[in-house]
Nanobody, 117 residues
Framework: QVQLVESGGGLVQAGGSLRLSCAASGSIFSYSDMGWYRQPPGNKRELVARITSGGSTNYADSLKGRFTISMDNAKNTVSLQMNSLKPEDTAVYYC???????????WGQGTQVTVSS
């Protein structure tokens, strides 16, 4: 049973920072890539950032420079550092892990991030 457990969400003022973590069951080398998605209120889920097992990253264009995704192989975790947060970053953030590009991926339960103005 694959488990992805997110943590680190919360309430922060605009301009602040948060760091999200996703702990995966088993080795993260089992996955071809892992990523973070978010779903703002009333909107569909969207990609935030992905990182491959080889360390290559890609980001939503609008978030480049503010968000950084990283992985810790020893701890089987993938993290998302979010800086200069804006109210429009308010969303439920989900961790995703794929076995390959053909795979929709496994999902965590989500963690709420709320940015107040």
């Amino acid at each position: 049973q694959v488990q992805l457990v997110e943590s680190g969400g919360g309430l922060v003022q605009a301009g602040g920072s948060l760091r999200l973590s996703c702990a995966a069951s088993g080795s993260i080398f089992s996955y071809s890539d892992m990523g973070w998605y978010r779903q703002p209120p009333g909107n569909k889920r969207e990609l935030v950032a992905r990182i491959t097992s080889g360390g290559s990253t890609n980001y939503a264009d609008s978030l480049k420079g503010r968000f950084t995704i990283s992985m810790d192989n020893a701890k089987n975790t993938v993290s998302l550092q979010m800086n200069s947060l804006k109210p429009e970053d308010t969303a439920v953030y989900y961790c995703n892990a794929r076995l390959g590009t053909w795979h929709n991926g496994y999902w965590g339960q989500g963690t709420q991030v709320t940015v107040s103005s």
